[in-house]
């Protein structure tokens, strides 16, 4: 009996392609880059799975040109903005993510930027290449502190959560704001706050909120002005939840103390926008989840939604479960 035919939009990890491999008869995007949307389009003819990245917009019109019998869309991540869902129900088609596997590895990575700003790690690394160091200094790069401090988590889902865990260590007061989580969460010390409130009380605010039509843009010019003037902001959920523009002139003006970016809008971001001048951002490419145990597991994950997909099978995470009923 010939194997389903899958199409895998780019290199991921060896524990999921040996999965894969085993069971489908595997297209493989090797290029560094993402297929462009003909390539995209020209390659899903015929597939009954498809595993994408974030870096696909996958939507009706790549559903229609695969053909009636794609069975399955994985994603390799835990968001999904990438793709079309109500298209891919409405075709009764499963969409799978890669949930859990990427908790810790994100809320380390907030944790790093956090830090990287307050502390002002990558302006000392640039201090002393531009042989700026000549002494030890009293008044030399100053920064924040984090324990003591308030902790404002905008989203409080597994990795907000995850957060406000390792909150407790740096005996931080934790305060959230998510319209679905609205009870005291005496466990992690946590209480929930309304939006304006948390931003005016957070010395560091850390977005872990899907990228959605409420959230797009919720961090803009009017947000930023309620933030305290040592605060530090954080993303690394999706760019496009925090105004680029408007985030540029809060920090030109030091209106709030620094950023930490690990998403942007656009991705990649161009090098010359204006945020790459500024001394108190750090930016880096996405990659809050690259530890290389966290990207096997997502991997392995990923390929089990692509797997049982093409079997007819229910998938293990499924974002669409309606697609069953
Ligand atoms: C995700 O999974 O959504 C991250 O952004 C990439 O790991």
């Not at 957060?163 to 704001?177: H, K, S």
Request: aromatic share 6%; hydrophobic share 40%.
């Amino acid at each position: 009996m010939s194997k389903p035919k899958v199409f895998v939009t780019r290199l991921i990890p060896e524990k999921g392609l040996e999965l894969i491999r085993d069971s489908c008869d595997m297209d493989l995007w090797q290029a560094e880059l993402p297929p462009s949307r003909e390539e995209l389009l020209q390659h899903v003819r015929g597939v009954d799975g498809l595993l994408c990245l974030l870096t696909e917009q996958i939507d009706g019109e790549v559903m229609d040109e695969a053909g009636p019998q794609l069975k399955v869309i994985s994603n390799h991540a835990v968001g999904f903005d990438n793709i079309d869902v109500m298209a891919a129900t409405t075709r009764k088609i499963p969409v799978g993510n890669t949930p859990e596997v990427l908790t810790d590895a994100t809320a380390d990575f907030a944790f790093a930027l956090m830090m990287a700003v307050t502390r002002r790690i990558p302006e000392g690394e640039r201090y002393i290449h531009a042989g700026k160091w000549k002494t030890w200094g009293p008044l030399t790069l100053l920064g924040g502190e984090l324990t003591g401090a308030t902790l404002g988590l905008i989203g409080f889902g597994r990795i907000g959560k995850a957060m406000a865990r390792r909150a407790v260590g740096f005996e931080m007061r934790v305060i959230y704001y998510d319209p679905n989580e609205t009870k005291p969460n005496p466990d992690l010390k946590a209480s929930p706050v309304d939006f304006e409130t948390l931003l005016e009380e957070s010395d560091y605010v850390s977005l872990h909120a899907p990228l959605t039509p409420d959230t797009h843009h919720l961090i803009d010019s009017e947000a930023l002005s309620k933030m305290k003037s040592n605060a530090v902001l954080v993303n690394t959920s999706r760019g496009p939840v925090v105004d680029p523009e408007a985030l540029y002139e809060a920090l030109k003006e030091k209106r709030i103390f620094g950023a930490g970016l690990d998403v942007t809008e656009p991705e990649p971001l161009p090098l010359d926008s204006p945020l790459l001048t500024l001394d108190n951002i750090v930016i880096t490419p996405h990659i809050a989840s690259a530890s290389k145990e966290t990207r096997a597991r997502m991997a392995w994950m990923a390929a089990r939604n692509l797997i049982a997909g093409v079997k007819g099978e229910p998938l293990p995470n499924c974002v669409n479960p309606q697609v069953y009923k």
